[in-house]
Nanobody, 121 residues
Framework: QVQLVESGGGLVQAGGSLRLSCAAS????????MGWYRQAPGKQRELVAT???????NYADSVKGRFTISRDNAKNTVYLQMNSLKPEDTAVYYC???????????????WGQGTQVTVSS
C-alpha cells in the first residue's frame, strides 16, 4: 500500500502565506514526478506545480512568482510554499506522485486526500 498524507492547509488573509507538505509512505521503490493540483468549488481540478526527481519544476501561470514547489527525496516529501495568496487561490489542494513500487519499471499515480486552503479578502 502507498499513502500520500498532506498537511498545512488552513485559513489565511489575502497577502499571507501557507506551506503545504505531502509525505509518501508505504511500499515505494522510487518516486518520479510529484506535484500539487487544486480544485475550487464548481471547477475542474487544475495543475498548480510539479517537480521531477531531478528538481525540474513547472508552474501554472496563475501561481508563477508566488508559489514554490520543492521536495526532499530522502523523506519522500513534496512541499508547496505559497506566498502573496489571493482569494482566487481558495481550493482543495491535492498532492500527486508517480510511484514505482517494485524493481519492475511500472509507475502508478497516487493522490492524497486533499487539504483545504481558504484565502479571505
Amino acid at each position: 500500500q502507498v499513502q500520500l498524507v498532506e498537511s498545512g492547509g488552513g485559513l489565511v488573509q489575502a497577502g499571507g502565506s501557507l506551506r503545504l507538505s505531502c509525505a509518501a509512505s508505504g511500499s515505494i521503490f522510487s518516486i518520479n514526478a510529484m506535484g500539487w493540483y487544486r480544485q475550487a468549488p464548481g471547477k475542474q481540478r487544475e495543475l498548480v506545480a510539479t517537480i521531477t526527481s531531478g528538481g525540474i519544476t513547472n508552474y501554472a501561470d496563475s501561481v508563477k512568482g508566488r508559489f514554490t514547489i520543492s521536495r526532499d527525496n530522502a523523506k519522500n516529501t513534496v512541499y508547496l510554499q505559497m506566498n502573496s495568496l489571493k482569494p482566487e487561490d481558495t481550493a482543495v489542494y491535492y498532492c500527486n506522485a508517480e510511484i514505482q513500487r517494485t524493481i519492475t519499471p511500472i509507475r502508478f499515480a497516487y493522490w492524497g486526500q486533499g487539504t483545504q486552503v481558504t484565502v479571505s479578502s
